[in-house]
């Protein structure tokens, strides 16, 4: 961890025409954080992106990345930053290795070949290295925009929904690559709507509705934030004692779904069943999720 | 300037990977117009004193063929990033606006004189040309280019439209390059007109270019200079504020 956080976000408000789409932001991600950007679509996460990116400016507020201010020092931010844009972008005019080593040349390095061949050996593009980028299927053209961002090794890297209609192939050996530079010691910002992607990878999260901030915390605290638990049952005969109704979450195709408050519940839902002379089948206690959480905040606020 | 030799080469890669469209096409029609104009007026034209028509020609097609592809290469390459969205590849790195000015301006420059010097190539077939002021003809010739390739930037970073930059080509740069006297001298124009293509930067360009040739023209060289030099000194200046305030290109 440096002293100097890696995006450090300031009371930012930004208004398109009569939409606030950003309502007062602040955030502040430190270096080598693995950080998730979370919310509905429209919730001002590809603004703020877009604002740290210096595509968009602030309508007031101040965002700086690496201690660099994005507009005053915007060399030095965009030298710092490497972005994935959400849409997929590219230039037919050229071919893969062409677009990266321009890329390369517009972040003032010239012989970069060593280190565009190792991005591409990791995103699985050697082979597609002299095609021109018309021909490249989907998947591959987002690959080559992940490549495009790291042609600098920026030690902030955005990525803005590299996961949106991408296979499963592609997106292993995505967040593999991913994580490997995070564990080099690259900070990484993510956003998605997979929300078991940023369960799994990130260790913080922050989630946006109609551009606020409204749950910033660890990913294992706001997974502890919810108390609640369900145990899944299956039993015989398939009928549960009336003294259970109260916790009923669902009963589908012979799966109950109680709800516990705490794991010591599970003691007297045990005795109770016990009691009633049922056996049973098959039992499952699950976890809350990010999901969970993410519907719960999205909800209450 | 790493950044600004890549913007560069990449530009000047762009339009040479389709140099059919963007060389070989403006050729072909400033090839077809002097076959045209000078089979009609050859015989009954003669607007300077020892100087066939088709003489005259030359340097007009010549020097109209660099400023509409001046023009059209700045224009075209930044509404094609813009629509397709890979102007975010452009806009990402540390690229100063002043970067992203000259790499576009060199390329349109670079592209109007390949195409300039492809259809004096080809008109040599039908005339032989001295040339008795290169020096003039140096300057008008970058000069001219510049300033169309520079209006190209303002044209490709305002419209948002394919029709809408097709709208700048024809209501504004078609007639300025064809009422500028590349067909004519302005003299042979009734007063009113030659007064309107007085305010047509275009025409000094031609005019000036045309000096370059015979030694002859319509106004004197000069004049030509300051003009077309104050409108490119002008057009640059706006189109600096334009990229410095990100208009159109950062919200």
Known sequence: ?301 | MIGFYTLLYKELLRFWKVSFQTVLAPVITALLYLLIFSHVLEAHVQVYLGVRYTAFLVPGLVMMSMLQNAFANSSSSLIQSKITGNIVFMLLPPLSYLEFFSAYLLASVARGVVVGLGVFVVTLVFTRLTILHPLWLIVFAFLGTGMLGTLGIIAGIWAEKFDQLAAFQNFLIMPLTFLSGVFYSIHSLPAFWQAVSRFNPVFYMIDGFRYGFFGVADVAPQLSLLVVGVCFVALSALTLILLKSGYKLRH
């Not at chain 1, 789409?21 to 877009?50: H, M, R, W």
């Not at chain 1, 296979?167 to 967040?175: C, F, K, M, T």
Request: charged share 20%; aromatic share 4%; with cysteine.
């Open chain 1, 1 to 301: 961890m440096g002293a100097t956080p890696a995006i450090l976000v300031r009371h930012l408000h930004k208004h398109f025409g009569s939409l606030h789409a950003l309502q007062g932001v602040d955030l502040e991600v430190q270096q080598g954080e693995f950080f998730a950007l979370l919310g509905p679509n429209g919730a001002g996460k590809t603004t703020l992106i877009s604002i740290l990116a210096g595509l968009t400016r602030a309508s007031s507020g101040s965002a700086a990345v690496m201690g660099h201010d994005v507009v005053r020092d915007y060399r030095a931010t965009r030298k710092a930053l490497g972005v994935v844009p959400q849409e997929l972008v590219y230039d037919p005019f050229f071919t893969v290795r062409e677009g990266l080593r321009i890329q390369s040349g517009y972040f003032g390095l010239r012989r970069n070949d060593d280190w565009i061949d190792e991005v591409m050996a990791n995103l699985d593009l050697l082979d597609k290295a002299d095609r021109n980028m018309r021909t490249l299927s989907g998947g591959m053209k987002r690959r080559v925009l992940v490549a495009q961002a790291l042609v600098h090794k920026p030690p902030v890297i955005i990525l803005d929904e590299p996961t949106a209609g991408v296979d499963v192939e592609l997106r292993q050996s995505l967040w593999a690559f991913i994580r490997k530079l995070n564990e080099g010691g690259h900070t990484i910002v993510l956003t998605t709507h997979y929300l078991e992607e940023a369960q799994a990878l990130c260790n913080r999260v922050a989630m946006l509705k109609q551009g606020r901030v409204v749950a910033l915390d660890s990913t294992a605290n706001l997974l502890k934030s919810i108390a609640e638990r369900h145990l899944c049952l299956r039993i015989t005969p398939d009928t549960l004692p009336a003294g259970l109704a109260a916790r009923v979450v669902s009963h589908i195709d012979g799966l109950h779904v109680l709800a516990l408050d705490h794991y010591a519940d599970m003691e007297g839902v045990l005795a109770q069943l016990r009691e009633a002379g049922v056996c049973i089948q098959d039992m499952e206690l699950t976890q809350p999720d990010l999901e969970d959480v993410f519907v719960q905040v999205m909800g209450a606020s």
